[in-house]
């Protein structure tokens, strides 16, 4: 090889690795179900169930269902949300959205439909007033928990994440930056190196999803108001459902 050839297959080793960095590809979607404890304050709250379970061919479910243990199950932290939906390439599609709170002497619950060919959703329920006219539609529309979904598809060190969400009736844009360097984490015995991703809300309501590469579902989501956390969901352990 000559020194006239050597600079060329330098720049084309280095424009290849830089197009393998900018094509990563998406985390494909499966099937898992994963155990949560809920804390606060370092206090046990409760428990969580997250799940992703595939319906028939073309339709996939999301489920997350927190438990209450002794005054907390009295104080209302029992509920349940579900959104089936379907995939149109990468985008997670909403098609339906069920979410049920229960306290020891209440349940309120609504159901919520994305009729794509109308480009409408509504809600019906237990629904404030002002919640329930119909909602315009646009593509990449997602509910909270595909949200959660497509964060972990999505996230890499360094990028900024934006989506659309349109769930109960409202509909707010969600914004999230994820942490350039790594952060070590335990679940049970095993290591994760876990992407940070941060959403500042408004009113100093922050969340905060913390992700790794070729994990399902979440390590850890951090609520916070005011400096100070709310819910605190710590992943127990996972596995996938086949």
Known sequence: MTDRNRPTLLSSLLLAGAALL??????ALESFVA?????????????????VVKNDPQRWRVDLGMRGTGLFRIAGINAEQSTVFDTVGETYRP??????????????????????????????????????????????????????????????????????????????????TVAEQLEPMTVGDMNYNAMRVTRVQAG?????????????????????????????LRLVEYKGIQ
């Open 22 to 27: 900018c094509s990563v590809p998406a985390q």
């Open 35 to 51: 155990d949560y404890h809920v804390l606060n304050g370092g206090k046990t709250l409760g428990a969580a169930t997250m799940q």
């Open 95 to 176: 098609l339906s959205q069920g979410t049920v709170r229960k306290t020891l002497f209440t349940r309120k619950s609504t159901t919520g439909t994305y009729d794509w060919q109308l480009r409408k959703a509504r809600w019906k329920g237990d629904v404030k007033k002002t919640r329930t006219a119909a909602v315009p539609l646009r593509d990449g529309d997602m509910s909270g928990l595909l949200i959660n979904l497509a964060v972990i598809r999505d996230a890499q060190p360094g990028k900024a994440l934006h989506y659309r969400f349109v769930d109960d009736g409202r509909v707010r844009d969600h914004h999230y």
């Open 204 to 232: 100093n309501e922050e969340t905060v999803i913390w992700v790794v590469d070729g994990v399902p579902t979440p390590i850890r989501m951090l609520q916070r108001e005011n400096g100070q956390d709310t819910y605190d």
